[in-house]
Every structure is written in C-alpha cells, then in structure tokens.
C-alpha cells in the first residue's frame, strides 16, 4: 500500500490495564491512551518515520484493517507527539 501526502498508518498499541500498584482497571473503564506505532507514511510526512511511537489526538481518523490488525489513517497534523 502507497500512502498519499500526509498520511499515516499507525497500529494502535494497547496499554496494560493495570495501575503501577498493580490494581487491574476493568475494560470500558481504562482511559484510552491514543498511542500507536507509524506502520507506513506518505511521501510528504516529514515528521514521523516508520517505527516511531506517537501519541495522537483522540477521536481522529479512520479504522482500516491492514495485515490482519485494525489500524487507523491519520493526518501527520493529527499527531501530538513522537514518543
């Protein structure tokens, strides 16, 4: 797959669902922490590379399956920061 301008693919990576104390928190419960791994970019992303770990803005995006996991197209303006 070819990304265009911007775009980014990113797999969002899950968090443990635990505190650092070791309670475990409930699913549904868990704040979503909007961190992924940049999977593909496009030809004009000029921040992120393939393999970056970034934290993006919640509710931003598009679901896609790609490889057989869910992941999400983003803007390169959507992400907050490269981790």
Same mark, same amino acid.
């Given at each position: 797959?070819?990304?265009?301008?911007?775009? !980014?693919? %990113?797999?969002?990576?899950?968090?443990?669902?635990?505190?650092? @104390?070791?309670?475990?928190?409930?699913?549904?419960?868990?704040?979503?922490?909007? %961190?992924? /791994?940049?999977?593909?970019?496009?030809?004009?992303?000029?921040? %992120?590379?393939?393999?970056?770990? %970034? =934290?993006?803005?919640?509710?931003?995006? !598009? @679901?896609?399956?790609?490889?057989?996991?869910?992941?999400?197209?983003? =803007? /390169?303006?959507?992400?907050?920061?490269?981790?």
């Amino acid at each position: 797959m070819q990304l265009l301008r911007n775009l !980014i693919l %990113v797999k969002p990576i899950k968090e443990e669902n635990k505190t650092a @104390s070791g309670l475990i928190i409930p699913e549904g419960k868990a704040e979503k922490q909007n %961190v992924g /791994e940049v999977l593909l970019t496009g030809p004009k992303a000029e921040i %992120v590379k393939v393999g970056d770990k %970034v =934290k993006h803005h919640p509710h931003t995006g !598009i @679901s896609q399956v790609y490889e057989g996991e869910e992941c999400l197209f983003l =803007k /390169e303006d959507d992400i907050i920061a490269v981790l």
